[in-house]
Nanobody, 125 residues
Framework: VQLQASGGGLVQAGESLRLSCTAS????????LGWYRQAPGKQRDLVAL???????TYADSVKGRFTISRDNAKNTVYLQMNSLKPGDTAVYYC????????????????????WGKGTQVTVFS
């Protein structure tokens, strides 16, 4: 199972970006899909999370500006980021947990955390 994120970039404050992350492999189910971010010298923090049932969790700093969504048929999670601020500058990582997938002909139910490689978002004023 691999996670591949895309959509980062360099934007001016107030502009928008949309991140995408697709999980590849013989995946049958993903419970939680989400996004974390890590700014230089800081810890990695949750940005947004969506469960398989559609419930969402957002960091207070992004509520009202960011929207998470997912396409379960494509094992893809999106993060629409509007009204970006310089404080949003960070490497954004997609995350998946609660996977059920096929490996070597057997079904695996994993509690492991899966991470994408990260995509840089830079917002200048």
């Amino acid at each position: 199972v691999q996670l591949q994120a895309s959509g980062g970039g360099l934007v001016q404050a107030g502009e928008s970006l949309r991140l995408s992350c697709t999980a590849s492999g013989r995946i049958l189910r993903i419970d939680d899909l989400g996004w974390y971010r890590q700014a230089p010298g800081k810890q990695r923090d949750l940005v947004a999370l969506m469960s398989s049932s559609g419930s969402t969790t957002y960091a207070d700093s992004v509520k009202g500006r960011f929207t998470i969504s997912r396409d379960n048929a494509k094992n893809t999670v999106y993060l629409q980021m509007n009204s970006l601020k310089p404080g949003d500058t960070a490497v954004y990582y997609c995350h998946a947990k609660g996977l059920v997938y096929m490996e070597y002909g057997s079904m695996v139910a994993s509690g492991e955390d899966f991470w994408g490689k990260g995509t840089q978002v830079t917002v200048f004023s």
